[in-house]
């Protein structure tokens, strides 16, 4: 049975979502996609046309609207018939988007835990402190929330469900991110980089010995080998799904780690020292006042604009260690994705394509019933398996690499 979208948010990863849900519109039904910025949400759609992505006739509309206005968001829901809520706009909106999804019985799902623009990295669980709090009211009312339904979060967190269902008790869930590719600019970020710069100017929170525990961004660095991208050097950073794994896998240490080069951390330290990463308001010899990370967001590419030129690979994935009839047993679960390829399909870059196509995944699991949950969840309390199957189909296929050898998940 169809279920119609709305697509809220209009930057390069709205566009992954846009053309993905395009492509699978008999399943998905009406398309449509809302932000602040109309002329945004319109070139997505003209995009969609110039690369005849729908896969059969349909509805296919741009609308305007303030995410941050609960009312707004629950009237556009009514107005367009939309089932399923795909929130890919600010980490600041999700949860004006999520009550105005409850208000209206659609389903919601998200990339990322809420944020409160004017906190950096709050008391652990992240979740904890905002969508969890909603979870016995979409109970209540029968209301499907799946959180975090992007990569990572999300991909990564249905990596360590298939691993861990694998094993008879799980000890350690190593999450890794590398982005072994290069958009030739001298500083940009894949995303947003007032999202980017938050997640690591605070404290990086980590899962060890069934407690929290800290350290500092930089502070901590391994170098992996990886399939396809070879050996990496990657630091322990903090991150969503941590927050929500460690809720449920309380036995096993919980830790991610991205992968930074030597420049990124240069410029990173020269901004932060400055205060230029603050999310503090500032004002001018003139009296001006200004944040200084929008500043920064200001003057930095557009993340959007990064896509035609890149090149190269990425790899993420989970390296899982546990026991299995008595015996240590490690799997490592993961994906590689292409930066050309993702451009020439969809016109984004990979990260973008990395994070867009997964919760276009999770509304086709929605709308054919088998992630229709009728209640709150994190990736990892759901059937990993259907999930991977639609990943290969439409473009980020999952791969295992354990004592059998490296090989397709169902092989």
């Known amino acids: 049975m169809k279920k119609d979208v709305l697509i809220i948010g209009a930057g390069g990863v709205a566009q992954v979502v846009a053309h993905k849900c395009a492509q699978n519109n008999d399943v998905l039904g009406e ?41 707004a968001v629950a009237q556009l829901i009514r107005d367009t018939g939309a089932q399923i809520v795909i929130n890919v706009g600010s980490a600041f909106v999700n949860m004006y988007v999520l009550d105005a999804c409850i208000e209206t019985g659609a389903a919601y799902i998200d990339t990322a835990i809420h944020e409160d623009p ?54 350690s869930i190593d999450i890794v991110d590398i982005n072994a590719g290069s958009h030739g600019k001298y500083f940009a970020t894949n995303f947003d980089p007032e999202i980017n710069f938050r997640e690591f100017t605070g404290t990086v929170y980590y899962w060890e ?27 322990q950073s903090g991150h969503d799904e941590v927050h929500s794994l460690s809720a449920n896998y309380p036995q096993a240490d919980v830790r991610f780690w991205m992968g930074f080069g030597e420049h990124y951390i240069n410029v990173f330290t020269v901004l932060q020292s ?76 990979g990260i973008s394509y990395t994070a867009g196509v997964p919760p276009v995944a999770a509304a086709m699991l929605v709308a054919s019933g088998e992630w229709d949950a009728k209640t709150m969840k994190n990736v990892e309390e759901l059937d990993p398996k259907p999930f991977f199957t639609i990943l290969d189909d439409i473009g980020l296929p999952t791969r295992v690499k354990d004592a059998k050898g490296d090989r397709p998940w169902n092989a």
């Open 31 to 71: 398309i449509h996609i809302a932000s602040r910025t109309l002329s945004k949400c319109e070139a997505i759609l003209e995009s969609v046309r110039e690369k005849g992505a729908m896969k059969v006739e349909g509805v296919l509309k741009a609308h305007q609207v303030d995410a941050m206005d609960t009312a």
């Open 118 to 171: 004017a906190k950096i990295c709050e008391t652990p669980p992240w979740y904890a402190n905002y969508e969890w709090k909603k979870r016995d009211l979409c109970a209540e009312k029968g209301v499907t929330a799946i959180l975090g339904a992007g990569f990572d979060p999300g991909v990564v967190n249905a990596f360590a469900r298939f691993a861990i269902d694998q094993m008879d008790e799980v000890k």
């Open 209 to 235: 010995d069934q407690q929290w525990k800290e350290t500092s961004m930089f502070a901590s660095g391994r170098d992996w080998d990886l399939p396809v991208v070879g050996t990496q050097r990657a630091y």
């Open 274 to 349: 400055l205060g230029l990463l603050s999310e503090q308001p500032v004002k001018t010899a003139e009296g001006l006042e200004v944040v200084p990370l929008k500043v920064v967001k200001a003057v930095l590419p557009d993340p959007s604009s990064l896509a035609p030129e890149y090149t190269g690979k990425t790899c993420i994935g989970d390296l899982v260690k546990g026991t299995k009839d008595g015996e240590e047993v490690e799997m490592f679960v993961y994906n590689v994705a292409d930066h050309k390829d993702a451009y020439t399909e969809v016109g984004s870059q």
